[in-house]
């Protein structure tokens, strides 16, 4: 499963990795949030959740991006080509 989010905090906080992490069936130790390990900052986590390594795999845009933009492009784009067709 393949999941498209923008860069908001809540989709890589300690409650979703932990989330991730059990859902996988990961075994190796997360670290402390704040501290250590995968839960050590955001980068660190964002990263443990793209890994393509894992069945579930997280694909978050760019900061400065707005997928819902891009999205509104696509279906504006969509519906005046079969408008005109």
């Given at each position: 499963m393949h999941l498209a989010?923008?860069?908001l905090n809540i989709y890589y906080s300690e409650s979703a990795?932990?989330?991730?992490a059990e859902r996988i069936g990961?075994?190796?130790d997360l670290g402390r949030k704040g501290r250590c390990g995968i839960l050590r900052n955001a980068a660190?986590?964002?990263?443990f959740l793209s890994d393509p390594e894992h069945?579930?795999?997280f694909h978050f845009t760019p900061k400065h991006a707005s997928?819902?933009?891009q999205i509104e492009i696509w279906f504006?784009?969509?519906?005046?080509?079969l408008i005109t067709v």
């Open positions: 989010m923008d860069n990795v932990c989330l991730v990961f075994e190796g660190s986590s964002q990263a069945p579930l795999g997928w819902l933009n504006s784009i969509l519906v005046r080509k």
